[in-house]
């Protein structure tokens, strides 16, 4: 769906940095996800948000922040990061508790 | 919280067989039902979804069953092609929240 896009799609980056993962959607979801995914951990929730300036902690949150000052707009930041966030990452978008999660194309993050 | 399980964690099929997946959820609140499909290097996609006030859905070669008894609802393609191979993953959410809790994920191989 072109209505969620993720930037960057490859990130190469040193352990200690500072990296931020993008994320928009432009269908005024109100409920917003990020995912990692790894072989064998399947879809683990980093953070969710259901609405602009509510934001909350998922599965594994260590390591990561979240913002989320306009409705379209969920970044993902890791504020030093380590070999272990090396992952493909996933944000996703829905419009209700009874509805499909939108994915969008994901990043892959290398962290060396 | 919302457990889920999916079974099995590979499947291997030939052509034109019949492939399920299984899955068990723990909250008897839960009431929507999703099914993704993962290609290879892409992002999920829902492929069917079920609430819980219908016990089957379909969509040409696909299914969803649910049996809210048991607590369980399963996947089924009919007459199986190449490109179904991928991962197929399950999620159940429950009335009282809008976060999906997501199976391990089922990798699917039709061998042609």
């Known amino acids: 769906d072109a209505g969620i896009t993720q930037s960057p799609r490859y990130k190469i980056t040193e352990t200690g940095r500072q990296v931020t993962l993008m994320c928009h959607q432009t269908?005024?979801?109100?409920?917003m996800f990020w995912y990692r995914q790894d072989l064998g951990h399947g879809l683990r929730l980093i953070y969710y948000?259901?609405?602009?300036?509510?934001?909350d902690k998922g599965e594994v949150p260590d390591g990561y922040v979240v913002s989320r000052s306009k409705t379209e707009n969920f970044p993902l930041t890791l504020e030093s990061a380590t070999r272990s966030q090396t992952s493909v990452y996933f944000c996703?978008?829905?419009?209700?508790?009874?509805?499909?999660?939108?994915f969008g194309n994901g990043t892959r993050l290398t962290v060396t | 919280g919302e457990n889920v399980e999916q079974h099995p964690s590979t499947l291997s099929v030939q052509e034109g067989d019949s492939a399920v997946i299984k899955c068990t959820y723990s909250?008897?609140?839960?009431?929507?039902f999703p099914w993704y499909k993962q290609e290879l290097g892409k992002r999920p996609q829902l492929i069917i979804d079920?609430?819980?006030?219908?016990g089957e859905k379909k969509d040409q070669r696909i299914a969803v069953t649910l049996n809210k008894t048991a607590k369980h609802f399963s996947l089924h393609i009919t007459e199986t092609q190449p490109e179904d191979s991928a991962v197929y993953f399950c999620?159940?959410?429950?009335?009282?929240?809008?976060?999906?809790?997501f199976g391990r994920g089922t990798s699917l191989i039709v061998h042609p």
């Open positions: 996703a978008s829905s419009d209700g508790r009874d509805s499909p999660l939108h």
């Open positions: 269908w005024s979801h109100s409920y």
């Open positions: 948000s259901a609405a602009a300036d509510i934001t």
């Open positions: 909250d008897s609140a839960s009431n929507y």
């Open positions: 079920i609430r819980s006030n219908v």
């Open positions: 999620a159940a959410r429950t009335g009282g929240s809008y976060i999906p809790t």
